[in-house]
Structures are given as structure tokens and as C-alpha cells.
């Protein structure tokens, strides 16, 4: 079946520096790809999103290419602030029938200043 | 902006006693779901609902959950007999035209079965 891999956490980074977050993931088609965020205290809420091949999502500074040829969709900020702390969850989506989002573990992200 | 409510943020029960956890989705949605995440893993789908029906459920939905929409506003999970490994955090989402479009989350209700 669809399964997504994150890289495990925690991630603690000093304030500017540069983040990556990998997420791989396995699927039959062609998947939507997604990054969502949980800031602590509150429910997930949708970054970024890229629907096929080549394309680009970013928001916030955040940025991540949907690679189909190493089925990857890996995660990267140029200088990361403390408000950034959160934990990150990288998803697909599957058309063809399922109404499922398929979630990584996530990853939690400290931002030290 | 419009978000989605979830009640009680935290529920502590017995094993073997029913919960209710509810969810306010945001008005003008028609995709309602039900998530959960246990401690350390992943965050799993559970069930889907659209045009007041169950639209799809997964093989953790078995006969000791159901959902309900009562009143057009509330959209609930009941758990009929809880065991101890229903110990989770569980998100209610809501969405305009189904899961490739935005999904918005509740905040979540923490779940302990003791």
C-alpha cells in the first residue's frame, strides 16, 4: 500500500540556520504530495502542496519539489526562525477511489534563538 | 477565519466504557474525517464522511466505532467499548471538495484508556 518516511526527529537548528526535512514515499500513480504543520497547541494545518512532477510548493519560506524519480518531496527553509518550531508532517494523497490522506510519523522541529 | 472545534481536549475513561468525542467542521464544508495518532506513530485515517454517509473507513473502523452527523453542525466518533490500545490523540478534519483539497484540522482530544 501508499506509505510515506520522514526522517525521524527531534531537530533542534539555531535560529537562521537551513532546514531540510526528507520525506520518501511509495505509491502506485501519481500522487498529491503535502507538507502540513502542528504548531504546538493547535490541529495540523496544510504548508505547502504539490500535485505532480516538477512542481514547486512553497509558503512561509518553505519550499519543497514534488521528484518523482526518487519518489521524494523533502522539505527546506533558507533560515529558519524560532516561531517555526513545530512539528512537520509529510502526506499524499491518492486519487483513484480513496478518500485518505497518508501520513509520515512527523517530525518536530526546535528552533533555538 | 473559520476553523474547526473539537470537544473535550483531553478525555480520560475506562476500559470498556463508551466516549464521545465531537467535532464543530467548518459550515460550508461537505468532507468530514476522523484521524488518529498514537503515541510515537503515525497519524491513521479512520474514516471518511460525505453527504451524510460513510464514504470510506479503514481496517482500525471496526464495529466498536461509528460516526454520526446529528444535527448538521456536530460530527461525532463514538468508541462503544474502549480498550486500551484507543489510547490516541484523535483529529476531526473537514474539507470543501474531499482530501486533495486543503484539509482543516481540529486542535485534536487526547485520549487515555486506563
Known amino acids: 500500500g501508499d506509505s510515506v518516511t520522514q526522517m525521524e526527529g527531534p531537530v533542534t537548528l539555531s535560529e537562521e540556520a537551513f532546514l531540510t526535512i526528507n520525506c520518501t514515499y511509495t505509491a502506485t500513480g501519481y500522487p498529491s504530495l503535502f507538507w502540513y504543520v502542528q504548531y504546538p497547541g493547535e490541529g495540523l494545518q496544510l504548508l505547502l502542496k504539490a500535485t505532480k512532477a516538477d512542481d514547486k510548493g512553497s509558503n512561509k519560506g518553505f519550499e519543497a519539489t514534488y521528484r518523482k524519480e526518487t519518489t521524494s518531496f523533502h522539505l527546506e527553509k533558507g533560515s529558519v526562525q524560532v516561531s517555526d518550531s513545530a512539528v512537520y508532517f509529510c502526506a499524499l494523497f491518492n486519487q483513484g477511489g480513496s478518500e485518505k490522506l497518508v501520513f509520515g510519523k512527523g517530525t518536530k522541529l526546535t528552533v533555538n534563538p | 477565519e473559520p476553523e474547526v472545534t473539537q470537544t473535550p481536549s483531553h478525555q480520560v475513561t475506562q476500559m470498556g466504557q463508551e466516549v464521545i468525542l465531537r467535532c464543530v467542521p467548518i459550515?460550508?464544508?461537505?468532507?468530514f474525517y476522523w484521524y488518529r495518532q498514537i503515541l510515537g506513530q503515525k497519524v491513521e485515517f479512520l474514516v471518511s464522511f460525505y453527504n451524510n454517509e460513510i464514504s470510506e473507513k479503514s481496517e482500525i473502523f471496526d464495529d466498536q466505532f461509528s460516526v454520526e452527523r446529528p444535527d448538521g453542525s456536530n460530527f461525532t466518533l463514538k468508541i462503544r467499548s474502549t480498550k486500551l490500545e484507543d489510547s490516541a490523540m484523535y483529529f476531526c478534519?473537514?474539507?470543501?471538495?474531499?482530501?486533495?483539497?486543503?484539509?482543516?484540522f481540529g486542535n485534536g482530544t487526547r485520549l487515555t484508556v486506563t
Open positions: 459550515s460550508n464544508h461537505l468532507y
Open positions: 478534519a473537514s474539507s470543501v471538495q474531499g482530501s486533495d483539497s486543503p484539509l482543516h
